[in-house]
């Protein structure tokens, strides 16, 4: 293991990695451009080869080891993302890999993980858990552990995410890199402060899982007593202990996110840049309006696109509701011939597109005035929703907004 993170090492380790790494140019963002004030610049790491940004440190690691380390077998444990760069990995190198993942982990990563030669061990609520058996497995079993943060030679494959982002873009001002561990933060914040100390770098956390912004109020690693965030990439009890003192000197700042920012941020994403995002890849652009700044040039690195598709329609469908571009309204009307079609010409009349329709006429036993009728409703907007709500209730029907679910069943 490196000793210590050098510019010698980040160099030979972009050397190295470049023979399995895509190249991610930079993508400018005008639609955040223009909500921000600043000029946005992604680094989509969810296009990497593995889908995400982890295949650079597991490698750079793995082309570390002895070939007796090697040959004993591989083991980590991993949420998924480093789980697929240590499978990869370890295939390209022919050497026998063994992942253990926690038991929420997204099909997608499980059987991508599979899918390059590696046993997949499910094992554990969070990756804490799942890290402490792999270690288990490793001390039986003889195998090297690859740990997916706090170790210095991953720590510096990481970094090579900003080496490209600096050649790419070398007047950067801000690089905003998610957190869960810390370990692309330690390379990315301590290559960029080597290449350039102006530039500054912004750690990006769950704000169900910031574990590492507890750890620098605390000025030591500290351990949360559990983690609630859909950034399952990012869901981390425990920073890393050894990277931590990089942090502490190469950190500019933390910016936490709600996970209800990262629903509108994944729809954001899908509509203006035609790119999945994972959660975890989402928390730097939710960051983006938390970024106190303006006419800076901003990164934001989309740390990995791999997502199930049942967690894929949920956020769609949940993005879409929290636009205001799906609700539903409960009404009452009288249980008569064309009452129905009344209330239908008037949501047609204002572009409203009805999806769903629920008519219950045993809501009351006079049906005459208590039919209830629930209206799930696509519109274009808030103002679009609100015009619709307040036309219905000029003629009447005194609409009740209420929780929209199963919009697709």
Same mark, same amino acid.
């Given at each position: ?14 050397? !190295? ?14 639609? #955040? ?19 995400a ?21 591989? !083991? ?6 480093? &789980?697929?760069?240590v ?59 690859i ?5 210095l030679?991953?720590?510096t494959g990481?970094?090579?995410? &900003? ?10 001002? #801000? ?23 102006? !530039? ?8 169900g899982?910031?574990?590492? +912004?507890v ?15 859909? &950034? ?15 942090? +502490? ?12 920012? *990262? ?12 790119? *999945? ?44 509701i ?22 239908s ?15 219950? +006429? ?12 629930? !209206? ?18 000029e ?15």
């Open positions: 293991m490196a000793e210590e993170l050098t510019l010698e090492k980040f160099e030979e380790a972009y050397n !190295i990695i470049k023979k399995v790494v895509l190249p991610t140019k930079l993508v400018e963002s005008e639609y #955040y451009s223009n909500l921000t004030g600043n000029k946005v610049f992604f680094k989509p790491e969810n296009m990497q080869l593995t889908g940004y982890k295949i650079r440190g597991a490698y750079y690691k793995i082309s570390t080891l002895t070939d007796e380390e090697r040959q004993k077998g591989l !083991i980590t444990a991993s949420a998924g993302n480093h &789980a697929q760069g499978a990869y990995a370890a295939k390209a190198y022919g050497v026998k890999a063994t992942i253990v993942m926690p038991s929420s982990t997204p099909l997608i990563k499980v059987n991508r993980t599979k899918s390059y030669g590696a046993e997949v061990i499910l094992y554990g609520d969070v990756y804490d858990e799942s890290c402490a058996y792999a270690l288990e497995l490793a001390e039986d079993k003889g195998y090297t552990f740990h997916p943060f706090d170790d030679d991953v720590a990481q970094g090579s995410v &900003a080496m490209e982002i600096i050649k790419e873009l070398p007047f950067v001002d #801000y690089i905003l890199v998610p957190i869960g561990g810390g370990g692309l933060a330690t390379g990315v914040s301590t290559l960029a402060k080597m290449m350039n100390p102006n !530039i500054k770098v912004i750690g990006v956390e769950p704000a899982a910031n574990c590492m +912004q750890s620098l109020k605390n000025k030591k690693v500290t351990t949360l007593p559990m983690v609630d965030t859909i &950034a399952d990439g990012t869901a981390v009890k425990t920073p890393g202990s050894k990277i931590f003192p990089y942090i +502490q000197k190469n950190l500019d700042g933390i910016i936490t996110v709600e996970d209800n920012e *990262l629903i509108v941020c994944f729809l954001d994403m899908l509509e203006n840049h035609k790119m *999945l995002v994972e959660n975890s890849g989402l928390l730097t652009v939710a960051a983006l309006k938390h970024l106190n700044v303006k006419g800076q040039k901003v990164v934001s690195i989309l740390s990995g696109g791999n997502m199930d598709m049942i967690t894929f329609a949920s956020l769609v469908q949940h993005g879409l929290a636009r205001s571009r799906i609700f539903t309204v409960s009404t009452l009307l009288p249980d008569k011939p064309g009452a129905l079609m009344n209330i010409k008037i949501i047609a009349d204002l572009q409203g597109n009805i999806i769903k329709l629920e008519h219950n +006429q045993f809501v009351s036993i006079n049906r005459n005035s208590a039919v209830e009728l629930v !209206i799930t409703l696509e519109a274009f907007g808030p103002e679009h929703k609100q015009l619709i709500i307040n036309t219905l209730a003629h009447g029907y005194r609409p009740k907004e209420k929780m929209t679910t199963g919009i697709y069943n």
